[in-house]
Structures are given as structure tokens and as C-alpha cells.
């Protein structure tokens, strides 16, 4: 892969001086965005068969998002804890990758991305080690190859996996105690028994930690099957029982399991996706609540949210917009938008007490 790092490029850019950031770190300013999720490639070689851009195959619009479009997000990256490099698609498509990676680290913020591992060999973990990334996340849909693969078409388990002992390598041998690896797996109601071998598959590797999710976004009715949604009571008590099972074999080893499950409608600011500190931005420069809103198929073009462009406006403006603002406002009150009332990142598993 022929990644470039354009230093001309990143000098345009001082980071924050030592007063600014020994403020921060002695009086705990905390930045007003907890997240900048932005979408660097809605490019994939998957055909994962959850997954939109499958379902959309033929209205899917693949690209890549482009350096000076990244470079207009300084002011927000500024006022954000932590970018996110990852969206629709394979981020590590997007030769730009490292140059976005390294802005973020510029501007004061934690980086971290998502990634299916195809892409991943030695150069690339080398490269990863080195560019201060602290979270690496790897896509998973089952912990044998039959239910990943089922799921995750043209995404080998066995290659998913040399991936992560190839970062972990680098890792140990750099001594990189800044970066963790993660696991993101998405838990599909017919797979449900597979997710048992995870807290095994994570102490084998050393992985950090696993977030398992649910099919929260249903780009096809079909696909309801494989869901866990709010009211499917028993679905709702058999994945409990399988997760709660999973999670106390990681506590055991010292590993870090989160899950959540539909189940009751928290009012408030219950988004999961934590949308009134968090921000999405296409690999078009389209910024959107979150990725859920901006999904780049023409057959859901009515189903997308946009705010703002990063092409002809300031970002800080975009987010304290007074639309975006009563967007906002409205979801924290439990009066959220139409299309979000049913989503199920609105709904919280019974054993959060928040």
C-alpha cells in the first residue's frame, strides 16, 4: 500500500503549545466533542451480508475522503478528545490514512480506527505502532470460521486473525504500550452460540478488549431475523444469558467485554452513540449526527441528515448550528427526530443503571 505523509501538508498545522496542554491535563478541561468520527474510505472488499453497501451494491457510492476536505476539521479536531478514523468503509483503502491519523495526533487528540485486516501485513502494523494510534479495533462476526465467514463474505477468519498477531508483534517488539487491540464484533441472532468462544479467542491473541453489538441498522427487512430488537423478549433473555456468560469468562482473565442490549427506552440523552458529543463526517465532507444518517447509497438518499459541508462551511459553525443544536436538544429531552425514535442505540440493557 502506498500511504504518504505530506510534512509540508501537516506544518500547516502547529499543535497545541505546552501551556494549552498542561491545562488541560492539570485542570481537567474536558473538550466539548467526546468524538469526530470520520469516514475515510466508504470502500470495502468485504461483502459482509449486513452490511448497506452489499444490500446497495448498485447505488453504492465508493470514495475516498480526500486530505484538504480532513484538513478543514482542524477547528473541530481541536475541540474534540478523540478521532475516530473509520465508516462505511475499509479505512486503511485510503493512502491518505496516515497523514489523517497524524493530524489528529497534532491537534491534542486519542486516535483510533476500525478495520476488517485485509490490508494489515508488517509494513502496515510497523506503520500503525509508529504513528501513535492507541486503539485498533479488528471486525468480527463469529469465532470459527464457518459463522465469521457466513456473515463476513470475502473475510477470511484465518487471515482477520494473522492480522491481529501481526499488530500484536509489532506491538511487543516496539514496546508500544500506548496501543491496545480490540475487538468489534457484531453478534447476528443466528451466530448467537459462537460468541462463547471470545473471551478464549481474545486471551489467545492479547486482545484488550471486545464490544460486541447488535444489527441496530437493517439496510434490508430480511434481515430483522438476526437482530435483537427492543420487545423481542425472548431473543432479548436468551442473548442476555449467552453475554452475561461471555463477559464473566473475560472478567476472569482480566478482559474488558462490553455489550448492550435493546430492551427498555431510557429518556433523556440515551444514545448510545452519545450524539450530543459526537459528530460524523462522510468521506464526501457531509457532516451528519452519526453514521447511521449518512449512508452513501442512492436508494436511502432520503434517509440521510445532513448539517453542513465541510467544503463550503467552517465545521465549528456547522456543529452550533441552530438546527443541529435543536437536534441535539430534542433527543437529550426523549422528543428525538422521527427516523430515530425506534432505533434501537436508543434503548439500554437492564443491568446499566444510568
Known sequence: MGWVVDEAFL???????????????????????????????????GRCLYCPRTVFRDSWRGRDLDRDTFGRLWPLMRKSQRVHLQGWG??????????????????????????????LDAE????????????????????????????????????????????????????AVHLEIHFA??????????VAGLPALMERLGVHAAVVSTLDFLPDPKLAAEA??????????????????????????????????????????????RIDRTVFVAADGTVSPCVYRNVPAGALEGRRLLFGDLRAEDPVAIWEKEGFRRFRERLTAGDPDPVCRACPKRYRNPRDTG
Open 11 to 45: 506544518r500547516r498545522f502547529p499543535s497545541p503549545g505546552l501551556r494549552e496542554t498542561v491545562k488541560e491535563a492539570i485542570f481537567g478541561l474536558r473538550r466539548p466533542l467526546a468524538c469526530l468520527q470520520v469516514e475515510v474510505s466508504s470502500r470495502c472488499p
Open 185 to 194: 464484533y457484531l453478534l447476528l441472532y443466528s451466530a448467537l452460540d459462537s
Open 124 to 175: 502496515t502494523a510497523r506503520r500503525i505502532v509508529a504513528s501513535g494510534i492507541d486503539i485498533v479495533a479488528f471486525s468480527l462476526a463469529g469465532c470459527d470460521p464457518a459463522t465469521h465467514e457466513a456473515a463476513r463474505c470475502g473475510v477470511g477468519l484465518d487471515r482477520v486473525l494473522q492480522a491481529v498477531e501481526t499488530l500484536q508483534a509489532e506491538r511487543k517488539r516496539r514496546q
Open 228 to 273: 435483537i430488537l427492543p420487545g423481542e423478549v425472548e431473543k432479548i433473555a436468551r442473548a442476555e444469558d449467552v453475554l452475561s456468560r461471555a463477559a464473566a469468562a473475560a472478567a476472569a482473565r482480566g478482559l474488558a467485554f462490553d455489550y448492550a442490549l435493546a430492551v427498555r427506552e431510557i429518556r433523556g440523552a440515551s444514545c448510545r452513540e
Open 90 to 119: 475499509e479505512p486503511l483503502l485510503n493512502a491518505e490514512f496516515f497523514t489523517f491519523a497524524e493530524l489528529a495526533r497534532r491537534a491534542g487528540c486519542q486516535v483510533s480506527t476500525t478495520t476488517c485486516g485485509l490490508r
